[in-house]
């Protein structure tokens, strides 16, 4: 029980309407968690076709399986019980009548048309209040809800792929998505393992709209000639990536101070590119009113009834810890 009226129970099915690759990695991420999952292939084919996807399904998760066997994740005898837990049946065989079902994930093609006939087809075979929740990166969840039946008990789930490997969902809630499918929603991500946040209707949730940016300004150095792609991988790798995994960006400028940001932004701003690198607004403000960040012991964090000095420790020896993993730690002499 991991919620007052949300007992997560294995014999409640997840069902996934679409079988292609973000289907089959949702329906991997279950299935590791001992959640028996149904994908649905909701796409018109002959007994040959379904044959054959069948068989590519079967292929493709045995090597993965066996992949995670390998890296130590999964013990050998549990390869073919996890499998197991993973079917395939086609639309229009499936009876959800015949299953108890906590939850039901859209995760066909980022296409017009692939939407319409999912969502046709949900509004269709579902009861009023079975949750549901698209996986889509492009929709905006009011533009889907719209084709749904009850859209109270929807909202948009988006997997960052490997989708059984990462730990984060973002969840986009809609104008008229209930607090109890939210709810619902987030505690079946979180009994296995994900980590899950909120936000509003927005494109690009949270990690595309930065990564975007990020990989934009990437390209662009190689295009501008600044330096090789194995020199600007090797930067991220080792001096962008590793600090992230342990401070957020919010956090990272609150350590290194807001203002330290603004004219930083400022000289790329004139050297650079003005509209890239403008600092946004609230930046500005934050200046203004002194909340720079720790030194001011407010920026985007409130610091004041924070140790601050346990909470510097605590972050550092993530970080040292995260160093010697990747071994990129300082070299330290032993004379």
Known sequence: DIGEGYLVSVSEKIIVVGAGRMGRGIALAYGLAGIETILIDIKKRDNTEREALAATLEAELAREL?????????????????????????????????YAIACVFEAVPEHEDAKTQAFDYMSSHFPHDTLIASTTSTFLVDDLAARLSHPQRF??????????????VEISRGSASSDEAIMRLRRSLESIGKQTITCSASPGYIVPRIQALAMNE???????????????????????????????????????????LFYASDYLGKTVNAERYKAPDI????????RNGLA??????????????????????SFIALLNHLNLAPKISKS
């Open 66 to 98: 066996s992949f995670l066997v390998d890296v130590g994740l999964l013990t050998r005898d549990l390869q073919n019980r996890v499998a197991r837990r993973i079917t395939l049946q086609s639309g229009d065989s499936f009876d959800a009548t015949e």
């Open 296 to 317: 001011d012991g407010v920026g985007f964090y409130n610091y004041a009834d924070r140790d601050v000095e346990n909470y510097r420790r605590e972050r550092i020896s």
């Open 218 to 260: 990437a390209a662009r150095l190689v295009e501008e000639n600044v330096a090789s792609a194995e020199d600007i991988d090797t930067a991220i790798r080792t001096g962008f990536g590793v600090r992230y995994a342990i401070l957020g960006l919010l956090e990272f400028i609150d350590w290194g101070g807001g203002d330290i």
């Open 283 to 290: 930046i500005a403000e934050n200046m203004a009113q002194g």
């Open 155 to 168: 909202a948009n789930a988006h997997w960052l792929n490997p989708a059984h490997l990462m730990p984060l």
